[in-house]
């Protein structure tokens, strides 16, 4: 494989690990917890995981705490790994990390990694890890290690597979590096292992770049914040274009689903003239041109048609016929099904959009908004307001557009220097919990706005996090995703200025990732100011 200058000296940066994780530590228990929504539903589905043999709740904290010893016998343990999902920097470090524990813990522990995802671990599809191959992706962006997928392990046939392949390889646990899909799987994965008297735990690590895998316990997932500072150098680029060039806004749509974490963080990094809302652009646009200007930056996040009340109940609809069985493709057999007001939506809905929204679900039952081309959709309604205010005399300037989408080429950069450190200890903390004999929790490394020899360790119940959601037609229960909190520090924060943003060029162009520097350990702006308020 091939490595630039750049690269070959990442190899060597050394991500400093929390001082609990370098000498024996012990498991301290803290907080019961409840799940949060649903909480006798989903402990009804999860009858093992929430229920313990001295009747007290199983839904408890945990963190390391230094010890003398580790209080158990340090024998050689035998586990797996496996990446779900989009990909994320920093999942290298997580596996490297886990392995680096391994080896400490024992030298004679083997780590066993699933290939192309969950597909892996139920095809028995694997490859055996070891420290002289592992070493070459030290720091290293992408998940091509042993690369990654969507599928899930839900259905009996599925669970059984994976049990095989637990039992092939005697495995003590196994760990899911996923997002919230991910994690709710690897708690159905805890379930039924434990179910079937297995010895195989499962821990999971919060990965995804989308930033809405948090909550009280999870300050934030890896990945984050790399793919932010990716999208805002080049938003910070094209921003100093426009300036230049004086000539075109540009409409550029950032990944992240359903949460607009990507949008906001990097509104905070390069100060664009709007993130966000079709209506407020077109005002924007025409107080802009009264001052003579008639160029600019626009974010959109890409999950913001399913935050149109109409769009998102003609989602909902959707879904349901989906799920019944109606055949996608028949476009007049769905307009038939929906309600008068999702009919007459989806028909005036341009043609891509309408066959993109009947695009196969992912295997979690996810629109997939990535396809969905709204910087396209919102020039065309901009443009159409903006003639229509020309018409009427009320908009005096000109409008071209360029429309942008800043996606996949954030998911795989090499990691900064915090999602590189973040992810070592995220490795290492599944390690400790594996060793612990821990399951059915995520891997947690908290106090980030420590230096990172500070940072805390510990576990949090995958079920604490779950509530129930309406999937494929049924209410299941999931880890809730994090949205944006209109009332949040990092929202205040871009509130306080998007006013000034949207008139003055107070354009802000952070430049490539930094990774020595007296910028080189910041995490995001997001991060810091949530950390800063007590998230
Ligand atoms: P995860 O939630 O699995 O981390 O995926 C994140 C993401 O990058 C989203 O932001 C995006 O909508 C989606 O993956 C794209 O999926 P795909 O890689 O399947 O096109």
Not at 155 to 179: R, S, Y
Not at 216 to 229: E, L, M, Q
Not at 361 to 368: A, F, I, L
Not at 441 to 446: K, N, R
Request: overall charge negative; hydrophobic content about 40%.
């Amino acid at each position: 494989q091939g490595i630039s200058a750049l690269g070959r000296e990442r190899l060597h940066f050394i991500p400093c690990l929390p001082e609990v994780l370098r000498g024996p530590h012990e498991i301290e228990e803290g907080d019961s917890r409840e799940c949060l929504g649903g909480h006798g539903v989903v402990c009804s589905l999860f009858p093992r995981l929430s229920t313990s043999q001295n009747g007290e709740s199983p839904l408890k904290m945990v963190s390391l705490r230094p010890a003398s010893s580790h209080g158990v016998e340090q024998r050689p343990l035998r586990l797996g790994v496996v990446l779900s999902g989009g990909q994320a920097p920093g999942g290298h470090n997580v596996i490297i990390g886990l392995h680096d524990y391994l080896q400490r813990w024992h030298p004679g522990s083997t780590l066993v990694g699933f290939l192309s995802g969950p597909r892996g671990v139920m095809r028995n599809d694997y490859k055996i890890l070891e420290a002289q191959e592992l070493d070459a992706y030290r720091n290293q962006g992408g998940f091509h290690l042993i690369c990654s997928g969507r599928d899930k392990i839900s259905k009996p046939e599925e669970l059984t597979a994976a049990e095989k392949t637990a039992k092939a390889h005697d495995l003590d646990g196994i760990v899911v590096i996923g997002g919230d899909d991910s994690n709710t799987n690897a708690a159905v994965l805890a379930e039924h292992f434990l179910q079937q008297g297995l010895k195989t735990r499962v821990i999971g690590v919060p990965k995804t770049i989308d930033g809405d895998l948090k909550n009280a316990d999870v300050s934030i997932s890896f990945g984050f914040d790399t793919a932010c500072k990716v999208y805002s150098e080049v938003i910070g680029n094209i921003m100093v274009d426009a300036m230049s060039a004086k000539k075109y806004y540009h409409f550029i749509r950032l990944m992240g689903r359903s949460a607009s974490h990507i949008t906001l963080e990097c509104a905070l990094q390069t100060h664009p003239q709007l993130a966000l809302i079709c209506e407020e652009i077109a005002d924007m646009v025409a107080q802009r041109a009264e001052l003579g200007k008639d160029f600019g930056v626009v974010l959109i996040p890409e999950g913001l048609v399913e935050f149109m009340h109409d769009v998102s109940a003609l989602i909902a609809e959707l879904n349901e016929l989906m799920a019944a069985g109606v055949n996608p493709a028949d476009q007049t057999a769905v307009v038939a099904h929906l309600t008068p007001e999702s009919a007459d939506l989806f028909c005036n809905l341009t043609p891509g959009i309408r066959s993109e929204l009947l695009e196969e679900r992912d295997p979690h039952g996810n629109v997939q908004v990535s396809h969905i081309e709204t910087e396209k959709l919102l020039i065309k309604l901009v443009g159409l307001e903006l003639a229509r205010r020309k018409a009427a005399g009320t908009f005096g300037g000109k409008f071209a557009a360029l429309a942008h989408f800043f996606g996949y080429e954030g998911r795989c950069s090499l990691p900064s220097n915090f999602d590189a450190t973040y992810c070592n200890a995220l490795g290492q903390a599944a390690g400790a919990l594996m060793a612990a004999g821990r399951t059915g929790l995520m891997a947690t490394v908290s106090n980030l706005q420590a230096p990172a020899r500070k940072w805390t360790v510990g576990g949090t119940p995958l079920l604490s996090m779950m509530h129930l959601e309406r999937r494929a037609g049924c209410d299941r229960p999931v880890i809730k995703k994090a949205l944006v909190e209109m009332g949040s520090a990092p929202m205040n924060s871009y509130t306080a200025s998007r006013a000034m943003w949207a008139i003055q060029d107070w354009c802000r162009s952070p430049g490539p990732i930094q990774f020595t520097g007296p910028s080189a350990n910041m995490a995001s702006m997001t991060l810091a100011l949530e950390l800063n308020d007590g998230l």
